[in-house]
């Protein structure tokens, strides 16, 4: 029986690729929304889930590090996916007949410079490939989507013009969410944490003492979803929790912070998508 990888969109998605990419063996379900795909794996309906947790252009993805502090669930590996943006419409449509594109709001920032330059309304929509989808369908002329190549390969689509995005470093990174922790394998290894610390002067910097000897590869603010004017901070750092040097950081970090929570240890992938 194959396994179940839930993500966030309908087929066509740049998350079915990342989920794809982890299980190539694996059944990709679709959710509606984020809370879908960590309810799925929750309940079991699910193996596990793909979920974006940052992008290199737009930034980290609130929701998805809100629900990882909010459930249970485990970050059990990460990976990167190049993402090309494309103007799909109906078959016979050229770029001239085209005046108003639809998408996702950050698939719309990432192309806001060929967008312009050929002076096309922007209008949102909740997900590149149900952007895809709904071009498809048929009704309003003159209306094309921005989205995958898969996605137009799915819905019978052209492609009007590839890579229409702004930078070409344009990855996004995804983890993997599972109810249980994976057996530790060979190779180098990432963690991610959640912390809070108590509101005195020097409490921020009293807690990243504890991690003066390890290499930090992300750190940001959230406010807290209970507290107003409070804030948590995620954190990921090189190593795995049972390693010498994280597993002292982690007990002096936690003799100084009001909370910690490991989100998870995982195999660690190359920024690089490669």
């Not at 063996?25 to 795909?37: A, C, E, I, K, L």
């Not at 419409?89 to 410079?113: E, M």
């Amino acid at each position: 029986m194959s396994k179940t990888v839930a993500y966030q969109g309908t087929a066509g998605a740049f998350s079915e690729e990342a989920a794809i990419a982890v299980a190539p063996d694996g059944r990709p379900v679709g959710m509606t929304t984020f809370h879908g795909v960590f309810e799925a794996v929750t309940s079991a309906a699910a193996d596990c889930g793909v979920v974006p947790v940052e992008n290199a252009v737009a930034g980290s993805i609130n929701q998805t590090y809100d629900l990882l502090l909010e459930t249970d669930l485990h970050v059990v590996g990460e990976t990167y996916l190049r993402i090309r943006h494309n103007l799909l419409a109906p078959a016979g449509t050229s770029l001239a007949d085209i005046r108003k594109v639809i998408s996702h709001p950050q698939a719309l920032s990432q192309c806001d410079g060929f967008i312009a330059k050929h002076k096309l309304e922007a209008v949102p929509v909740y997900d590149t490939a149900g952007a895809a989808k709904k071009i498809a369908a048929g009704g309003e002329e003159g209306v094309a989507a921005i989205a995958s190549k898969r996605a137009a390969d799915v819905y019978g689509l052209d492609v009007l013009a590839e890579g229409i995005e702004d930078f070409d470093f344009n990855y996004t990174r995804f983890f993997v969410i599972a109810r249980e922790e994976l057996p530790r394998k060979k190779g180098p290894y990432k963690t991610s944490i959640v912390f809070g610390v108590r509101h005195k002067p020097g409490g921020l910097v009293s807690a990243l003492e504890s991690f003066s000897e390890i290499n930090l590869t992300k750190l940001e603010s959230r406010p807290r979803r209970d507290r107003a004017w409070s804030y948590v901070f995620y954190l990921d750092f090189e190593g795995h929790v049972e390693d010498p040097e994280p597993a002292e950081a982690l007990v002096t970090l936690l003799r100084r912070a009001a909370f910690v929570k490991v989100l998870g240890s995982y195999p660690a992938a190359e920024p690089n998508g490669g």
